[in-house]
Nanobody
Framework: QVQLVESGGGLVQAGGSLRLSCAASGRTFSSYAMGWFRQAPGKEREFVATISWKGSSTYYADSVKGRFTISRDNAKNTVYLQMNSLKPEDTAVYYC????????????????WGQGTHVTVSS
């Protein structure tokens, strides 16, 4: 069992940056590929980024490629999402998730979810 708790969301102006963190409990954190999803108001939840269990490979949605960076620190049981050059369309609730496998893949199938953290980007 893995429990995920996100933090770092907030209000930021367009062009600004935020760093989201996801703290995981459970000794098997390093066994999972981890990722981030987001859900904007009135829209379906969408994939944002994922990172393999050792952090050696990553995948990003086209909409965030070049602006967002996912990373992890297995010693701290934490995964991060550095978000730069934020746009109003990045406004959403961001969710941390653990995949059912340890390698990174764009077609994540999360087995654990966090509660989400709100990100609002003002124009």
């Amino acid at each position: 069992q893995v429990q995920l708790v996100e933090s770092g969301g907030g209000l930021v102006q367009a062009g600004g940056s935020l760093r989201l963190s996801c703290a995981a409990s459970g000794r098997t954190f390093s066994s999972y590929a981890m990722g981030w999803f987001r859900q904007a108001p009135g829209k379906e939840r969408e994939f944002v980024a994922t990172i393999s269990w050792k952090g050696s490979s990553t995948y990003y949605a086209d909409s965030v490629k070049g602006r967002f960076t996912i990373s992890r620190d297995n010693a701290k049981n934490t995964v991060y999402l550095q978000m730069n050059s934020l746009k109003p369309e990045d406004t959403a609730v961001y969710y941390c998730a653990a995949d059912s496998v340890h390698w990174a893949r764009a077609t994540m199938t999360p087995i654990y979810w966090g509660q989400g953290t709100h990100v609002t980007v003002s124009s």
